[in-house]
């Protein structure tokens, strides 16, 4: 084995043990909150699978973002994709079945892809204009399409289309009965663990998996070949990779239209998993979440997996009751005030000291009060989004070249 593979292979493994403490340590926390506050909904079965179903989409809208800004493209039409693949996934269900309505997802929304990329690549239009075109498009497309066609459908009508056929669903029955079993004991830490084991193994979707997977061969092929470091190449530098013989226009293409694709499965996501069926405007903004989870994740695999657990969690427990919200603020307070030591333990002493004052005000909201405003609840997903994208904007580091418009032969 050579320097650089064992380099890497160090390099990764490393990465596994810390998202791995990093995740043993996070539970751990919500188990102490979880006793606290007397709130075992926190880390119920039920809640952590709400949480999986509310983080796919977003999860699949991320690494769609991943994809195309490791080229160099910024996707803001992430949301119109998505939008194009519930209406793809209805669609194409309704006809052949659940996994081919997927293909018919991944295919819609690589077709926003396409339509972002002959106007970003080719023609060199400003990615946010075309995003926000896309996501305008997506949404009058899927509008048109569904009153021109669904109201000819069983269970359908001019917004919608009920009664789809679901992915199937997996369960591990000895598995199941024993994290059950441990899980209705409520002790500390193990309990919450076999709340996680017993979601991932009772009635979990079978596109779920297939989402969480994409995010390990996503991870792969960006960072383990050949042809994952030619596409990050056009989002550092795409001038110098011109100059290796790269053909730049290319790589965007492709990760243009895969990140397209990608969105479009989270659409599909929501129709057939999500909810029962298709309907206009159920993607409620999840292409803009699934783009702040990527950029809270740092443009990485595993920061994003974690941002879009984040969101997924906040968003299942508003779902569940107002005393999960009111105990969550607890939660997120603990998490500054551990977020703002880490940083002074790095000697970023500012960033240390407006951290942990949003967390002691956090504190102090979750002592002075005893629930929190139905109102608010709906927003929780929202709130984090800009909470957390609001403090770790510091430490973020796009790709070089995102973003940016790129014309063949301007290397020399």
Aim: aromatic share 10%.
């Amino acid at each position: 084995m050579s320097a650089a593979t064992a380099q890497r292979s160090t390099i990764v493994e490393r990465l596994t043990k810390s998202w791995l403490y990093i995740g043993l340590i996070g539970i751990g926390v919500v188990s102490f909150v979880r006793i606290i506050t007397d709130t075992d909904d926190l880390t119920g079965a039920g809640t952590i699978r709400a949480a999986i179903i509310a983080t796919c989409p977003i999860l699949a809208a991320a690494l769609g973002g991943l994809w195309a800004e490791r080229a160099g493209v910024v996707n803001i039409g992430l949301e119109g994709q998505m939008i194009l693949g519930t209406w793809g996934a209805a669609f194409f269900t309704y006809h052949y079945g659940p996994w081919v309505g997927i293909l018919g997802a991944a295919l819609l929304g690589l077709v926003g892809g396409l339509l972002h990329a002959i106007a970003t690549v080719t023609f060199g239009v400003d990615h946010i204009v075309s995003g926000v075109a896309i996501n305008l498009i997506g949404a009058g497309a899927a509008t048109y399409l569904a009153e021109a066609v669904f109201p000819e459908y069983e269970g359908g009508g001019p917004r919608q289309l009920n009664g789809l056929e679901a992915p199937a669903q997996v369960t591990i029955p000895g598995v199941s009965d024993l994290a059950n079993t441990i899980s209705d004991q409520h002790w500390f830490f193990v309990s919450d663990v076999a709340s996680v084991i017993q979601a991932l193994t009772t009635n979990i979707s079978t596109l779920s998996l297939l989402i969480f997977a994409l995010v390990i061969i996503s991870a792969l092929v960006l960072w383990r070949t050949s042809f994952g470091l030619r596409l990050r190449s056009c989002g550092e530098n795409p001038q110098a990779a011109e100059t290796l013989g790269v053909n730049v226009y290319l790589y965007k293409y492709v990760a243009v239209l895969i990140s397209g694709a990608l969105a479009g499965i989270g659409g599909g996501f929501l129709a057939l998993v999500a909810s029962s069926g298709f309907s206009t405007g159920q993607t409620g903004g999840r292409g803009y979440i699934g783009l702040a989870a990527m950029i809270f994740g740092n443009w990485r695999p595993g920061g994003l997996l974690a941002g879009a657990l984040t969101f997924g969690y906040t968003d299942s427990l508003r779902l569940r009751d107002t005393q999960s919200v009111h105990s969550l603020l607890l939660l997120v307070a603990i998490g500054l005030l551990m977020f703002a030591a880490w940083r002074a333990c790095r000697k970023q002493v500012k960033g240390a000291l407006v951290v942990a004052a949003a967390g002691a005000l956090v504190m102090a909201w979750f002592l002075l009060t005893d629930s929190v405003p139905r109102e608010f609840t709906v927003m929780t997903p929202y709130v984090t989004t800009m909470f957390v994208l609001a403090l770790g904007s510091q430490r973020l580091r796009m790709p070089a070249a995102d973003g940016k418009s790129y014309r063949r032969g301007s290397a020399g």
